[in-house]
């Protein structure tokens, strides 16, 4: 009888543990979709002129585009190419 009693409450337990499994996944697939979006549009958007910040901090204005490089001009007499994929935030 306590054999059964564990086996089944080990059951309910390993059943919770998989539903919430199941749940923080599809929200974590649906933040990352949301990220993902939100991404392709901010490189889309891009245009000379716009300050930038990359993933390490680092601020700059965008000199030149092309597909799959940018331009920053870092200070004055600093400019750096980078990857249009290396800027996280358009500020």
Do not use: P, W
Request: aromatic content about 8%; glycine content about 6%; charged content about 20%.
């Amino acid at each position: 009888m306590n054999a059964e009693i564990i086996l089944n409450s080990s059951l309910v337990f390993v059943c919770f543990i998989i539903a919430f499994g199941v749940i923080y996944m599809i929200s974590s697939v649906n933040q990352l979709a949301k990220k993902k979006k939100h991404l392709a549009k901010m490189h889309t958007d891009m245009k000379v002129g716009v300050e930038v910040m990359f993933g390490n901090g680092l601020i700059g204005t965008i000199v030149s585009l092309d597909e799959e490089f940018a331009h920053i001009k870092i200070d004055k007499n600093c400019t750096a190419k980078v990857s249009r994929y290396a800027i996280t935030a358009v500020l």
